[in-house]
């Protein structure tokens, strides 16, 4: 039992600790509060001194992703980003098909040499449309064991920081021939020289009045979700759970006052960080890094696969080019990175259709990572 109540406490702690060390210390900027919080958690899981419990970090991971997406999806204006630029809608549109084009390639590559690709190719398909709840949410719900989410992740990372720099130091130099220029106003530079003040942390400090009914809210629809399952076989029910929730949560956002909650989205990621020390605690150095050089050439041809068919579909259809970078990077790492890359390439003018594209990506990425997986399986 103390072993149990020290783990829950160091599962919760260590994101607050991270949190607040990010505006000082340049490591965790440099590698992100949710890598920092992996690395946390896969050292205390490989210490020795004191034994984790495997069937306890897994619940705590099943009970933070549960909450953390409704949490997240409150904020999502479907009707807004429906009303957005053409431009937006279609290239957005267009990188969900390729994702879900890109891991059938995987899968249909690297059938007779990895186990489990239609379920990686499901989980890489909800995290490059949505982010790490998706993975964690389509890993959950098609019962992936924790080791390959761990490498999967891993070799996300790996693939994903490459993809990040060629967003941050190349894509703006892409030559007019093949995306054209996209219309500014004069004060664009202005506003992003000024949001640049100083380091600020990526999780703000939520507030009470949005944060109490939004979890209560939350509570009540896993609550839903867990009740509908038992309709339901055995074999379905964890993929019943997720769709659920994620249906639900989307139809509780229609309602104005919902989406009012602003920090409701800071509290799901809160809980993301905690899921990400709990599946720390389930990793085992020992068998981390088996087959990882085979599962990150798989996640690097899921990726570049589907910025391939993306860009070159864009091109085609001549969508201007901050349009496609920016839903780019809402697609494969979430509307967190949407301001960083509209930074790099001086426009804020599309930093609200990029950030509404990536939390429509949230909602999106469970239906298709899980649609992918049963597909290829």
């Known amino acids: 039992m103390p072993e149990a109540i020290a783990q829950i406490v160091i599962a919760l702690a260590v994101p607050v600790v991270v949190l607040w060390l990010e505006p000082y210390a340049k490591p965790v900027r440099t590698l992100s509060p949710v890598v920092v919080c ?7 899981g490989n210490q020795g001194l004191v034994v984790f419990s495997n069937d306890l970090a897994l619940g705590i991971c099943n009970v933070t992703v549960a909450l953390a997406i409704p949490l997240l999806l409150f904020s999502v204006d479907l009707s807004a980003w429906l009303k957005l630029a053409r431009n937006t809608v279609v290239s957005f549109s267009l990188t969900i098909v390729a994702v879900a084009v890109s891991g059938a390639f995987a899968h249909l590559l690297f059938a007779d040499l990895l ?5 990686m190719a499901g989980m890489l ?9 998706n993975m964690a949410a389509v890993g959950t719900a098609l019962e992936v064991r924790p080791e390959i989410f761990i490498l999967l992740n891993a070799a996300d990372m790996v693939a994903s920081f490459a993809y990040l720099m060629f967003l941050l130091v190349l894509a703006v130099r892409i030559p007019p021939r093949f995306l054209p220029p996209t219309p500014r106003n004069d004060t664009n530079e202005v506003v992003a020289e000024e949001s640049t003040t100083g380091p600020k942390r990526s999780i703000a400090v939520p507030k009470i009045g949005h944060i109490v009914p939004g979890v209560v809210l939350a509570v009540a629809i896993v609550a839903v979700s867990m009740a509908l399952s038992r309709l339901v076989g055995r074999a379905v ?3 019943v759970v997720v ?13 104005a006052r919902v989406r009012s909650w602003t920090t409701t989205h800071d509290a799901g990621q809160f809980l993301l960080l905690v899921f990400c020390v709990a599946m720390g605690f ?6 981390l890094f088996s087959s990882s050089p085979m599962i990150l050439l798989f ?6 696969g589907a910025v391939a068919i993306h860009f070159l579909a864009a091109i085609l259809l001549r969508i201007d080019r901050d349009t496609v970078i920016v839903t780019s990077a809402a697609a494969i790492f979430g509307p967190h990175m949407v301001g960083p890359v509209c930074l790099a390439i001086r426009n804020q003018e599309v930093l609200f259709s990029g950030i509404a594209s990536g939390l429509v990506g949230y909602a999106v990425g469970n239906y298709l990572g899980i649609g992918l997986a049963w597909m290829l399986g």
């Open 115 to 119: 186990a489990e690709t239609p379920s």
């Open 38 to 44: 992996y690395l946390v958690g896969m050292a205390f």
């Open 299 to 304: 996640t690097t041809t899921v990726l570049f």
């Open 282 to 287: 389930t990793t085992d150095f020992s068998k």
């Open 243 to 255: 769709l659920v929730i994620t249906t639900l949560s989307v139809l509780a956002a229609i309602h």
């Open 237 to 239: 029910r964890d993929t």
């Open 125 to 133: 398909a909800g995290v490059y449309t949505g982010g790490t709840p």
